[in-house]
């Protein structure tokens, strides 16, 4: 930073003396060590009226604010993730995270890791925390937000098959799911006439589906409904059966140093301000 130097008054025509300071009656010659005398000017400056107030330098051994790591489930699917070269790049989570993290004062970190270490990671502090889940599907020490995420559980099966009448009529039959999910409504409803046939993502379950390899595909309504916007999926469904509805919500490391209020009121501003509903609209 620069700062204009006073001006010193001295006799016509006389050419500044190197180390002399004006004033009084006359000048007294000091010689100064190298590099002094132009702290000293600084110093004047600094000093004189109107000058510019120095900016106070951080406390030594000051930390900055650590960013947020936001964890995200590898195998996650748009709209919820997209993943370029490890990298997340596009999606929900992608964008709350950024939001979050902008209520919250900090940068942020996403952290992609496979479902089966999502729990471990978060017990440990690894990441901060991970949304769009609920209680239920994810056992642990978590402190969890308010809900705040709105979706649903559908059954859908292929026009060319008989529309169930409701869900209890797929007692016994094999249904599309994925591996690692948990379905707790189908498991309270069919018991153990619930009948998995698993595949490795919800991708692979819309082919079985398309190839009539499965006849009833269980999903989410906005994973469903963006795979047909994009032209991702096009075979004909009946009408879906909801199973349920809920407000997804964030998990928060029990080590982490974001309070469960204070992530609170950051998601409260982003439906109250309307930016959560701008979000969600990209991907309808």
Sequence with gaps: MSFPCPSIARPAGEPPAPGVVPGGRGAVRRRWPPGLGSGLVTLLALSAPGAPAAQAAAP???????????????????????????????????????????????????LMLPRRRVAAALSSGEADLLCDYLPEWLPGPFA??????????????RQSRPAPASVQALAGQP???????????????????????????????????????????????????????????STPLHPPLQVGSYLAQCALSPRSSVALPALNQALGDLISDGSLERLLQRYR
């Design 144 to 157: 969890w937000s308010r809900g705040f995420l709105p979706n649903a559980i559908w059954v859908v099966t």
């Design 60 to 110: 030594p051994g000051a930390s900055p604010v650590a960013p947020l790591v936001f964890l995200v489930d590898d195998s996650a699917e748009m709209p919820s993730a997209r993943m370029e070269r490890g990298q997340l790049v596009d999606g929900i989570n992608h964008d709350l995270g950024v939001q979050l993290a902008q209520r919250l004062g900090r940068d942020v970190r996403f």
């Design 175 to 233: 249904l599309g799911t994925v591996g690692g999910y948990a379905y707790p409504e189908l498991e309270r409803t069919l018991g153990p006439q619930l009948v998995r046939d698993n595949a490795p993502n919800s991708a692979a379950s819309l082919r079985k589906l398309t190839l009539g390899r499965v006849d009833h595909l269980v999903l989410t309504q906005r994973y469903l409904q963006y795979q047909q916007r994009v032209g991702a999926f």
